[in-house]
């Protein structure tokens, strides 16, 4: 959550301005600009481009085509095992203690070794879950009977140490992708997520920084049993693949240890956690609690204990399909200059809990740590190159908080510095303005389209009370953000409504389905590409409002919001072939046919795009044929 920004009016006094976008690629390092454009959620103006870093280059790599699946192997009979999962499906398996240990947190600790039929083992933390009762939770990554040991620290205890047993895998039959495909993963110098299996996976986030203050048996609403199941349903419904949270709100309290009463709180957690796997979302979650709650308390919150709530975390939720993203803001100190914390970037104490939860996670689920808002300008704000946690160990993606302009040329910095300077990590655009509270259905759905033709494989959207239930965050003074006003009336805005906000149906089915149509993950973005290698953006009266990206001089993909229906042209489209060009409409999800046999001219190759079919936003979709 922003707490300040400042909106910039964009200074393009260019009389007939062209800004030239041809090839896309940024592999020269280049972040020279010939605009003057600043960003809007900037605390100060960005700084001129020759300040930034000078980058390292990082190239994308494109894993090899996953393969065709084969024949599922024969289920596993019951009689042949102790217990009977599929794929990918997390089982759960209880164990009695022979001790009723009064701090099992610290007084005993259960590990089991899951063999897969090849031999590779995992080993999977165990958990308390209440009097003598412990649990662990475990996801065969591969079909075939897979045998277990346990281990527990206090080796006399017969109930948890030295158990054995079999999990039969069968095939996972039904039509939910992280389960048809493997729990979503990074590479080294990949710009995307992929499943586990290779395919690229394609990050729409839904936002719920107080989770846990969901009803989850109750809603208020008539016809409507689960406010929380509810709002899960419908996201999954318009083709959200990730659902955002944070523990605002939990019912329990580590500042004195885990107790019973707090293992009523991580039950219900654990119920949100399973609800959402069961439904196919990947959980991206923060750990603990808010993360002002470890600065307050650093006598209470030792190393020692923050490991074993790492340990605790990946034990209860581990064995789902998930993301860590460790505490809100943490990324780099939780603006420690405006006296929010105590810590700096390079003593936070979020970063060794970072490198716990890689430790303990057999499964080396994607880590990150949610960034404060985006800027170039220290020491306010973050990016990837100030990132206090960009070297961390386990450190897989970076969650970007920004918001571009949608009322003039948005300014390309941000997006660069962490195209360019990102180590090859993928980016998510993971918070920007809250539909309702600083944006409306136009800037929610601009958010969108500007991530993925920037770089940001991945954007997370957030609706008045969903993002945060029950706020009184901003909510008594109207917002004007650019030419737009968001209302008190339109921040009061309830649930039940806001959960079918036009711009979630424009995010999730129609600007999902579009990327779904081609190879969306070989995108390049052109940024201002000064060179005029694919595209040449411009107006008579300034700079067209724009993002674009290509795959090389195979497909162009570039998305206007200007108000006025001008745009500009494609450039060094191959000699001798035709491309079929399309309008695409991000509101209706309708495409409108330009032309199937368009060719290059001239000594660039280009082709001069129509204008828009009116002032709202359009995308343009061009391919070879």
Known sequence: MKKSQKAFATALAVLLCIITLVGCSTNTGSLTAETTSTEEVAITESPSPTDIPTPIIYPTITPAITPEPTSPPADISPSKVDYITTIWTALEITFTSSVNYSKPLYDA??????????GITMKMPGFWDGSTTWKVRFAPTMCGIWTYKTICTDSSNAGLNGLKGKVGCNAYKGNLEIYKHGFVKTEPNTRYFMYADGKAFFYLGDTHWSM???????????????QFKYIVDKRVEQGFTVYQSEPIGASYNFDDGVSMNDIYGLQDMDARFKYIA??????????????????????????????????????????????????????????????QSTFTAENNPWKYVATKMNEYDPYKHPLTAHQEYASMTAPLGVNATTSAFRDVVGHSWYGVQWTPSNNSQLDFTIPKDYWVNGQGKPIVNYEGSYDHLWTLEFGARQQGWTAYLNGMFGQGYGAEDIWLYN???????????????????????????????????????????????????????????????????????????????????QTYVAYFYNKTTTT?????????????????????????????????TGSKSYWNIPAKPDGSDWVLYATIN
């Open 109 to 118: 600790e259960l590990d089991v070794v899951f063999t897969s039929p090849t």
């Open 212 to 226: 846990p203050s969901e009803q989850i048996n109750y809603s208020g609403v008539a016809g409507i049993a689960s």
């Open 471 to 553: 706020s009184s965050y901003d909510m008594d003074t109207d917002s004007v953000r650019g030419d737009v006003t968001i209302t008190v009336k339109d921040k009061q805005t309830k649930w039940d409504t806001s959960i079918n906000f036009p711009a979630a149906t424009q995010l999730g089915t129609y600007m999902h389905k579009f990327f779904d149509s081609f190879e969306w993950w070989r995108l390049e973005p052109c940024f201002e590409d000064v060179k005029g290698e694919h595209v040449a953006m411009y107006d008579a009266t300034g700079v067209s409002w724009y993002s674009a990206a290509t795959i090389g001089n």
């Open 568 to 600: 500009g042209k494609l450039v060094n489209l191959e000699n001798g072939r035709t491309y079929t060009a399309k309008w695409y409409n991000p509101r209706t999800g309708e495409y409108t046919e330009i032309a199937s046999n368009i060719t290059g």
């Open 278 to 339: 069961d439904k196919g979302l990947v959980h991206a979650n923060a750990q603990f609690f808010f993360v002002a709650t470890l600065l307050n308390n650093p006598q209470v919150y030792t190393k020692d204990y923050l490991a074993k709530l790492s340990r605790m975390w990946v034990a209860r939720y581990g064995a789902y399909p998930v993301m860590w993203t460790t505490a809100q803001e943490c990324d780099n100190d939780f603006y420690a200059e405006k006296g």
